[in-house]
């Protein structure tokens, strides 16, 4: 079964300080794609990444970067120097290979509340 | 801006109601998605659509429907309403709605049912 788990419910940092959100991934397929996606308190949806199995360098975008292990099936999110504006929930999502679909499957979810 | 676009942006009804929700997916995306984010269920897919036919189904109840009209845009129809059903309904869009191809996000559709 394809599921994703984001233990983290709530984190809440003071203004930055560094924080990570973890995300763990359950799949049987060898292709996939990871993605994270910010939900401010405006309700959207921003995409944040994606990326696929294949590849497992690191990435930095600015003050995000991500970190993706196949070994422990994980694919962790950091975030440097927080700022107020970060505040909001952070989701992991899987896409699920079913051949003929390609359907996201989101974790529960990481409010991350930063404080000034 | 993703480029998908819904309406309405909000919805207030009573139980019992039925409402339809519109999604006109990004120029060229055959493919368009339907998920429900509540309190309950959080982010869950509910059912996808790929050039007018059926592709996949999630957890959809059965008071749910949809459709894709030709011109691609697509329908989410909720009836018989309960407490329960209030949420944010997000429409996203693909090209092809194939495995590896991204899915864009629509702002969402807040129902709220009293």
């Known amino acids: 079964a394809q599921k994703v788990t984001q233990a983290q419910t709530e984190i809440s940092v003071v203004e930055k300080e560094d924080v990570t959100l973890d995300c763990v991934y359950e799949t049987r397929d060898t292709t996939y794609y990871l993605f994270w996606y910010k939900q401010p308190p405006s309700g959207e949806l921003v995409f944040l990444i994606r990326?696929?199995?294949?590849?497992?360098q690191n990435e930095i975008s600015g003050r995000y970067s991500w970190n993706f292990q196949k070994s422990t099936s994980s694919f962790n999110f950091t975030i440097t120097a927080s700022q107020v504006v970060d505040s909001a929930v952070y989701f992991c999502?899987?896409?699920?290979?079913?051949?003929?679909?390609?359907?996201?499957?989101f974790g529960t979810g990481t409010l991350l509340a930063v404080q000034p | 801006d993703s480029g998908v676009t819904q309406t309405p942006k909000h919805l207030i009804t009573a139980t019992g109601q039925r409402v339809t929700l519109r999604c006109s997916p990004r120029?060229?995306?055959?493919?368009v998605y339907w998920y429900q984010q509540s309190l309950d269920q959080g982010l869950q897919f509910l059912i996808q659509?790929?050039?007018?036919?059926?592709?996949a189904k999630g957890n959809i109840l059965e008071r749910f429907s949809a459709q894709q009209f030709p011109d691609l845009h697509s329908e989410l129809n909720l009836s018989s309403l309960e407490l329960g059903d209030s949420a944010l309904y997000f429409c996203?869009?693909?090209?092809?709605?194939?495995?590896?191809?991204?899915?864009?996000f629509g702002p969402g559709t807040r129902l709220t049912v009293l």
């Open positions: 120029s060229g995306d055959l493919s």
């Open positions: 996203a869009s693909s090209v092809r709605g194939t495995p590896y191809n991204e899915q864009f």
């Open positions: 659509y790929y050039n007018g036919e059926e592709r």
């Open positions: 999502a899987l896409e699920n290979y079913g051949g003929a679909t390609n359907k996201l499957i």
């Open positions: 990326r696929n199995s294949f590849d497992e």
